[in-house]
Every structure is written in C-alpha cells, then in structure tokens.
C-alpha cells in the first residue's frame, strides 16, 4: 500500500477472529480518513462511521477549562480556532454513518475534570 512502506497481506482467514481497530479523525480533506478506510478495506475489516453529534458549546467549554490550566495537560486554544474548524468540519451524511445520539450510553462517568 503506497505510503505506509509495507504491503498488506490478505483478510483474516474465514472463521477467525478479525482484529478490531479504531480511528479518530478530526477535519475533513487531509486525506487521512480516505487512506484509513482504505487501509480497513485492504486488509479485509469492515469500517464503521460513528458521528457523535455534540452541541456547539460543550467543545467551548472543555477548551475554556483547558486553556485555564498550567499543568502538563495545559493547551492553549485562540479564539478563532473553534470557529475555524467548526466552518471546516463536514457532517458525515449517506456516508453510512451511524449517529449516536448524546445521553445514549446512560450517565456520563467523570474521571476527569473535562
């Protein structure tokens, strides 16, 4: 496969257990998420879109906490930044998404702080 310097071998033998892998892709047009699905295909896995709608102002939130920290885990977001990325992100639509809805997997557990 051209990029990653090796070749992928063939799928799982029928019946065996198929290795499972995931991806976090942010933007859209880098791409990364066309290269991962067909890095999926290839070596015989079956991709999966999960789009978690989130509203708007809870990434405004957690980056208004991150930007107040000193520690080690301290990021620092400019203004314009969420407005960027909000203008650049393509909602996955007949893409095969599947949607999971907010609330759907019962209370969050908070172990940390964002």
Not at 97 to 111: A, D, H, K, L, V
Request: positive net charge.
């Amino acid at each position: 496969m051209a990029g990653t310097g090796r070749t992928p071998g063939p799928g799982p033998a029928p019946g065996a257990a198929r290795p499972i892998a995931c991806l976090l892709a942010g933007l859209t047009g880098s791409g990364k998420t066309t290269y991962a699905k067909r890095l999926v295909e290839d070596a015989g896995g079956r991709r999966r879109l999960l789009c978690f709608p989130v509203p708007r102002a809870e990434p405004l939130r957690r980056l208004a906490h991150r930007n107040s920290r000193t520690d080690a885990n301290a990021l620092t977001v400019t203004a314009s930044a969420p407005a960027d990325f909000h203008a650049r992100f393509d909602v996955p639509e007949g893409e095969g998404e599947e949607i999971i809805e907010p609330g759907s997997f019962g209370p969050p557990r908070r172990t940390h702080p964002c």
